[in-house]
């Protein structure tokens, strides 16, 4: 099993910074992708960002410019730094890998409680 704990979330004003930490625990024998999505009430959680095994990185359109991802392989941290923060960036953001572990070794999702951003005046 993976165990992903987000953190970093909180109410910012248009134009400020955030940087969410989803920070990975559990057997990992190799990690696929990284990604954070976003999803808001009564709407589907959408990809926002996403890194490969390979260090390639893939941005919605909305946050292109703006935001972030990166990873510190060390502390199997996945972050994404989000900057000139929106009111449209709202909404509660979710860490997911696509992992393989000692005891399920195909790659499968696994997905972060969430950390909820508000971008608000």
């Known amino acids: 099993q993976v165990q992903l704990v987000e953190s970093g979330g909180g109410l910012v004003q248009p134009g400020g910074s955030l940087r969410l930490s989803c920070a990975a625990s559990?057997?990992?024998?190799?990690?696929?992708?990284m990604r954070w999505h976003r999803q808001v009430p009564g709407k589907q959680r959408d990809l926002v960002a996403s890194m490969g095994r390979l260090i390639t990185t893939y941005y919605s359109d909305s946050v292109k410019g703006r935001f972030t991802i990166s990873r510190d392989i060390a502390k199997n941290t996945l972050y994404l730094q989000m900057n000139n923060l929106k009111p449209e960036d709202s909404g509660v953001y979710y860490c997911?890998?696509?992992?393989?572990?000692?005891?399920?070794?195909?790659?499968?999702?696994?997905w972060g409680q969430g950390t909820q951003v508000t971008v608000s005046s």
């Open positions: 997911n890998f696509l992992a393989a572990t000692n005891s399920r070794p195909t790659f499968s999702d696994y």
């Open positions: 559990g057997s990992i024998l190799m990690i696929n992708a």
